[in-house]
């Protein structure tokens, strides 16, 4: 696969599909047993030459799941530890400013919350204005709007330092905001790639259709139709529905309702 | 009371302990990290003096030694020092029976922590070794700590090997567990009990300052 230098690249599947260690093997933590890496026309890694280019040498930036801070180091530390000697240390105040974490620059990662701790990595990275940056599934830990200031965050530091950007998730809403591409991976296998919508909008849904997707969670038979409470986008709703679609509505089950609309029938709501 | 046993014992055991720190950290971040075949044996010879008998390892390491052997002679004339009944051959001894004392404590410490924190380490360019100095150690305090008190602890109560490699020479290789052994041998009990009383007391009040340090470097640790 290759990627378009300056795009945001989502990598997602199920558990398992090697996301995380496709990532890993580009940032030359992990060693495939066969593969061929480039970069900038640079030779990453070529099993059959036997070149394996170190880690520390890759100009990339990666933010782990687990965020990896350093414990004993303040804010302020973890992110000049990534400074190379003679580099001018006002990319640090610059990046404790965007995540807006002066006031807690000398505190350490453990009086911060899950959030603020989630802004250090993502700075830490880019401390050495890498190139690329790799994301591992750095949003999966935290609430919904956390997760939106964050991927505001992360779009916010590509349109400034203009990196490209690899993120493995599995959150769709995060895919359709941030990446360009999407491959999905299944066995170690690339089965999709593509747009986010080519491959998440499905091809009949026309325009003036609306369509519901959501998870049932109960769902109760009365004589003339079944009342069923389901998970649509977030929130839970109550649906009547006609006794007809009972075998379709179990627990566990997904579900797609379509509605067709009357551009005539729609009125704008004014907040 | 006379003063050199224990003051041998204390001694021999900074020494040791201190040679050990500086030998063990590369060992355990090696035997932590390091990926090699030979894994098995190097952990069954490390791990010996925690099952043979210190005589054992006393027995031979007087026989290596001996001058009378073509290894102790060549040592001699090599740095010119005598290794069997010295101060020398008690620290060597030392060195090898509390080996795994300092050595496991460390690998168990270093492989505690995430390996995604050397990781992040090395995407921001920084290789192994500065890695392991600047971030893998300061993260390991508790660890350090116990691995050396073990060790000193350890070495103060040798006995067997000391008394084999050292041969009991006063001011030299007798140290407080071998005098007290003597003592009591020639039923000097109240001499005795001096030295037991000193050493029990001396490494109680050893371990309970390690032990404070380690629960406030412990509290500092923990989540907010």
Same mark, same amino acid.
């Not at chain 1, 180091?73 to 000697?85: D, I, M, P, S």
């Not at chain 1, 610059?94 to 911060?112: H, N, V």
């Not at chain 2, 010879?45 to 290596?64: E, K």
């Given at each position: ?5 300056? %795009? ?6 199920? %558990? ?24 900038? #026309? ?30 004993? @180091? ?38 911060? %919350?899950? #959030? ?7 700075? $830490? ?7 690329? @940056? ?13 997760? #939106? ?23 769709? #809403? ?44 109960? %769902? ?36 797609? @309702? $379509? ?13 | ?5 224990? =003051? =041998? ?24 990290? &390091?990926?090699?075949?030979?894994? !098995? ?31 102790? *002679? ?5 740095? &010119? ?7 020398? &051959? ?15 404590? =460390? ?12 990781? *992040? ?5 920084? &290789? ?14 508790? *660890? ?8 000193? *602890?350890?070495?103060?109560?040798? +006995? ?6 050292? !041969? ?35 490494? +109680? ?20």
């Amino acid at each position: 696969m290759s990627i378009l230098e300056g %795009s945001i690249l989502a990598v997602t599947g199920p %558990s398992g599909a090697g996301k995380t260690t496709l990532l890993r093997q580009i940032a030359g933590l992990v060693r495939p047993q066969n593969g061929h890496i480039q970069y900038h #026309g640079k030779l990453w890694l070529d099993t059959n030459s036997k070149i394996n280019l170190p880690t520390q040498k890759r100009n990339i930036g990666f933010v782990f799941q687990d965020y990896a801070l350093f414990p004993h @180091l303040t804010v302020r530390e973890n992110l000049a530890f990534g400074l190379e000697k003679g580099t001018d240390a006002a990319i640090v105040e610059e990046l404790i400013d965007s995540i807006e974490l002066r006031q807690l620059a000398d505190r350490k990662p453990y009086q911060l %919350s899950g #959030g603020q701790q989630q802004r250090v990595a993502l700075a $830490r990275a880019l401390v050495r204005k890498p190139d690329l @940056l790799l994301l591992d599934e750095p949003l999966s830990a935290l609430d919904h709007s956390m997760r #939106g200031n964050l991927q505001e965050l992360i779009l916010k530091f590509h349109q400034q330092y203009g990196f490209t950007m690899i993120i493995v998730t599995h959150d769709l #809403g995060e895919i359709f905001r941030l990446a360009n591409q999407v491959i999905v991976l299944e066995n170690g296998k690339i089965i999709k790639r593509g747009t986010p919508s080519q491959i998440y909008l499905p091809a009949e849904n026309t325009g003036n259709d609306l369509v519901l997707y959501g998870e049932v969670l109960t %769902s109760v038979i009365y004589p003339d139709h079944i009342l069923v409470r389901a998970l649509i986008q977030q929130n839970i709703q109550e649906l009547k529905l006609p006794l007809h679609m009972e075998s379709d509505f179990h627990p566990g089950r997904s579900f797609a @309702l $379509r509605y067709a609309l009357n551009m005539a029938d729609i009125t704008l709501i004014d907040k | 009371m006379d003063w050199q046993p224990l =003051l =041998l014992t204390f001694k021999l055991a900074s020494i040791t302990s201190i040679i050990l720190l500086v030998v063990s950290l590369p060992l355990a971040y090696w035997l932590a990290f &390091g990926k090699f075949k030979a894994r !098995g044996i190097i952990e069954a010879i490390i791990g010996m003096p925690l099952v043979l008998p210190p005589s054992v390892i006393g027995f031979y390491l007087l026989l290596a030694f001996s001058p009378s052997y073509w290894f102790g *002679a060549w040592i001699e004339n090599l740095i &010119g020092l005598r290794i069997v009944f010295s101060f020398t &051959g008690l620290v060597i001894a030392s060195v090898i029976y509390s080996l795994p004392f300092m050595v496991y404590p =460390l690998r168990a410490g270093l492989q505690s922590l995430p390996l995604s924190l050397q990781e *992040a380490s090395f995407t921001m360019g920084k &290789g192994r070794f500065e890695t392991f100095y600047k971030i893998l150690l300061p993260n390991c305090k508790p *660890a350090i700590l116990t691995a050396f008190v073990l060790t000193f *602890a350890h070495t103060v109560g040798e +006995f067997g090997v000391v008394l084999m490699i050292g !041969g009991n020479i006063p001011g030299v290789t007798k140290v407080a567990s071998v005098a007290i052994y003597d003592e009591v041998e020639a039923l000097n009990y109240t001499v005795a009990n001096q030295y037991a009383l000193v050493l029990f007391a001396i490494t +109680f009040a050893i371990l309970l300052i390690v032990y404070s340090i380690n629960n406030r470097l412990l509290r500092v640790r923990q989540p907010a």
